[in-house]
């Protein structure tokens, strides 16, 4: 009874290095969020995949961040050349397909950028 | 893109009254309206929904109000505690898509 895994828990990158958030979604879910939370804030939505496909990602900024949900595996929250300003919660929420639909989340990944 | 307006942004109660937090939405395709708790360090947790086929639910202390016709709803914490402070999040899902309110932070005083 597996909920949505994200990993790691907490993460460390230099300035300019990458940095790779996994989520793994409930079993059977194929709908999933990530949100990005600075302190003391609110979730602000990134983007929205379905299995293969990014449905929204009206929320990611245009430049350095990237997501995919593959076939097989995790989904993947990418960001290159991270700056201070990307030091934040990263939470991935997934959901089952069909109406009346809620989200399940992560205990989130905290990103460190020093 | 902010589909779901949510407020207000921080609430201050003492125990025993009832804070009220407000969530608007704009697109009719949604169907469901979950509640999340999220306390520090923590990821957000489901607390309570409704469907818009009914204009109250209840589920121990904590009470949704839905309004169609305004597409408005809320969450109401009747005798909170100072364990109920946390951040609480509304959304709206349906249509397979899901959207957030930014979030009210609730501080409940003994």
Redesign the interface.
């Given at each position: 009874n597996a909920g949505?895994m994200q990993n790691p828990r907490h993460l460390v990158r230099r300035r300019g290095q990458e940095a790779r958030l996994r989520c793994s979604p409930v079993k059977g879910h194929s709908?999933v969020?990530w949100?990005r939370q600075l302190p003391?804030?609110?979730?602000?939505?990134m983007v929205?995949l379905?299995k293969e496909n990014i449905?929204?990602e009206?929320?990611m900024p245009k430049e350095r961040f990237s997501a995919e949900f593959p076939k097989e595996g995790p989904s993947i929250l990418r960001i290159q050349q991270v700056v201070r300003g990307d030091s934040a919660a990263y939470?991935c929420?997934s959901?089952p397909?069909g109406?009346?639909?809620?989200?399940?989340?992560?205990?989130?990944t905290r990103l460190t950028v020093v | 893109?902010q589909q779901v307006k949510?407020s207000p942004?921080s609430l201050i109660v003492q125990k025993g009254g009832i804070p009220i937090i407000n969530c608007a939405y704009e697109n009719t395709a949604f169907?469901?309206f979950?509640w999340?708790q999220q306390f520090p360090g923590?990821?957000?947790?489901?607390l309570i929904?409704i469907?818009p086929d009914v204009s109250e639910k209840k589920e121990g202390r904590f009470t949704i109000s839905f309004n169609k016709s305004a597409k408005q709803f809320s969450l109401h914490i009747m005798d909170s505690q100072p364990g109920d402070s946390a951040?609480y999040?509304c959304?709206a899902?349906?249509n397979?898509?899901?959207?957030?309110?930014?979030?009210t932070?609730l501080t409940v005083k003994p």
């Open positions: 949505v709908h969020y949100y003391e804030e609110g979730l602000k939505f929205y379905q449905i929204d009206s929320g939470f929420a959901s397909q109406k009346h639909t809620e989200a399940f989340f992560g205990q989130g | 893109q949510q942004q169907d469901y979950p999340y923590k990821g957000p947790a489901l929904a469907r951040t999040f959304a899902s349906g397979n898509d899901m959207r957030f309110g930014a979030g932070r």
